[in-house]
């Protein structure tokens, strides 16, 4: 059997809702659904590309605990609660991944579990040297 690691960010929702930021089985790393949120303070209020880039070092984080890197990011995620920032949204993405060039669904949805909330992202890595 493999060994599972979880990852927490140390978020209160972790142990009320039962989720883990990150697991890791194996060689594949799934990232949670990630807002810009740091403990309970919501960062970037109104800023699409400011919540964006914290996301996007706040999976990082998560993928450096768990043994990997954005490097070995297969998928992205991304759900924004207002289509017409996809640009915003993706010049950011791209600042990031311009290079590693993830498989990538954005979709817009109505709401996110916090209106301060425009942007989540999910994260699924695959480390290749296992």
Known sequence: MK????????????DEIGYSR??????????SGTAAIDRDKIISPN?????????IQKIERALNEAGGTLNDVVRTRIYVTD???????GKVHGE????IKPA?????VKSLI?????VEIEATAILTDE
Do not use: Y
Request: no cysteine; net charge negative; proline share 4%.
């Open 22 to 31: 990150a697991v890791r089985v194996g060689n594949i790393i799934e990232v």
């Open 96 to 99: 990031f991944f311009k290079n």
């Open 47 to 55: 800023n699409v590309p400011g919540q964006t880039k914290f996301i």
């Open 3 to 14: 060994e599972k690691i979880q990852v927490s960010s140390g978020a209160v929702w972790e």
């Open 83 to 89: 289509i017409s920032q996809w640009e915003a949204v």
């Open 114 to 118: 916090d209106p301060n909330f425009l």
């Open 104 to 108: 990538t669904t954005m979709v817009e």
